[in-house]
């Protein structure tokens, strides 16, 4: 049963994404952000290069969004036992009163706390004033009637990068390899933990973080021979896939954005500004293409053209490693990488996953 407040307000029932692109603008104040990057639905910080939404980001967005919808959809409707057309009707973003609501079934009454406890009394027998026990008041019993052997669960959450994890105040936490790897090297070399889960919440980050930290999953597999299963959460995307791959198996949520199997860097470039502003550069190097990560020097083609090769060289790398983990053909890895995340029901329909779960039953599978 679902009781709401009178004074409720319902609004937002629906989905909506808005891009905006900052090339123009930037190129105003005279600065430019240089891109390169493999597989055409790599879109991070294309905002920053481009002025429009391409196509391929375009089919992306609607499939995201189709996507949500229909997880949404199938399971409201289920759970309200009316019809997905019927809900889908009521999805359109419009401020809904309490009654409307009611009145359509997603929700069943309207009131307040009290009228609430009543509900539950009455449905479990109890009467419209049950009595209420404060569960903190009362502690979980000394005794283990059983004492199972431990699971190790390590977290992996935020941004990956090099080095110890952090938090930012503008990007948020950071997932450092280094702290990562410490945490799985004591987690897989605990006598008393029989077996490891990996709850991945990452949309990715560094390459070179992430390959490390694989490189290492892989090892500790082989020398403990431990069981490995990974939960993901709500997203576990690129280099948070990176770090994933081995799982066996991998559980995913319904809703989970997984793959993007790809590759990009970013080059900001101030050539631009530094010339409105009067500022004059005296450049003084060995090595010409040491220019290629200079904050003073837009990329010409053949930086761009050296950019995209060593992407390339990198994207080949993450889908071969892609193929051995998951026991796939690098052409069919190939197929559903270039960058594209998969809702989790898709994505194990990919081979990109093994079960739909969560958390919990991650460590199911690991016991």
Request: no cysteine; proline share 4%.
């Amino acid at each position: 049963r679902i009781v709401t407040t009178p004074a409720a307000d319902f609004v937002s029932l629906g989905l909506r994404v808005e891009k905006r692109y900052w090339r123009s603008t930037l190129e105003r104040w005279g600065v430019r952000v240089d891109r390169a990057s493999h597989g055409r639905y790599k879109s991070a910080y294309r905002e920053w290069s481009a002025d429009s939404t391409p196509a391929p980001d375009r089919e992306s967005i609607e499939y995201q969004l189709d996507a949500s919808q229909k997880i949404f959809v199938s399971t409201v409707a289920a759970d309200r036992r009316m019809s997905e057309a019927r809900l889908e009707g009521l999805l359109d973003g419009r401020r809904w009163p309490p009654r409307d609501l009611q009145r359509s079934g997603l929700v069943d009454s309207v009131g307040y706390r009290e009228e609430a406890i009543a509900l539950a009394g009455t449905l479990a027998g109890l009467g419209k004033l049950p009595k209420l026990v404060n569960l903190s008041k009362h502690p979980e019993a000394a005794r283990a009637w059983t004492v199972p052997w431990r699971i190790a669960v390590v977290y992996a959450s935020g941004d990956i990068v090099t080095g110890t994890s952090g938090n930012d105040l503008v990007y948020g936490p950071t997932l450092g390899s280094r702290t990562l790897i410490r945490q799985l090297e004591r987690a897989f070399r605990a006598r008393d933990a029989k077996a490891v889960v990996l709850r991945v919440e990452s949309p990715g980050g560094s390459s070179v973080a992430s390959d490390l930290v694989q490189h290492r999953i892989a090892r500790l597999v082989h020398e403990t021979k431990k069981p490995f299963v990974v939960s993901m959460g709500g997203v576990a995307a690129s280099g948070g896939y990176h770090i994933a791959m081995n799982g066996k198996p991998i559980v995913a949520g319904r809703a989970t954005r997984t793959g993007s199997i790809g590759i990009l860097f970013l080059h900001p470039s101030l050539e631009g500004f530094y010339a409105k502003q009067g500022v004059r550069q005296d450049v003084f190097e060995r090595g010409d293409a040491m220019r290629g990560l200079s904050i003073g020097q837009d990329w010409d083609a053949a930086m761009q053209a050296s950019a995209d090769s060593a992407l390339m060289d990198g994207y080949r790398r993450f889908v071969r490693q892609v193929a051995s983990a998951r026991g796939l053909d690098e052409a069919r890895v190939d197929s559903i990488a270039q960058g594209r995340g998969w809702r989790g029901a898709d994505a194990l329909r990919r081979g990109l996953g093994d079960r739909l779960g969560g958390l919990e039953d991650a460590i199911a599978e690991a016991r």
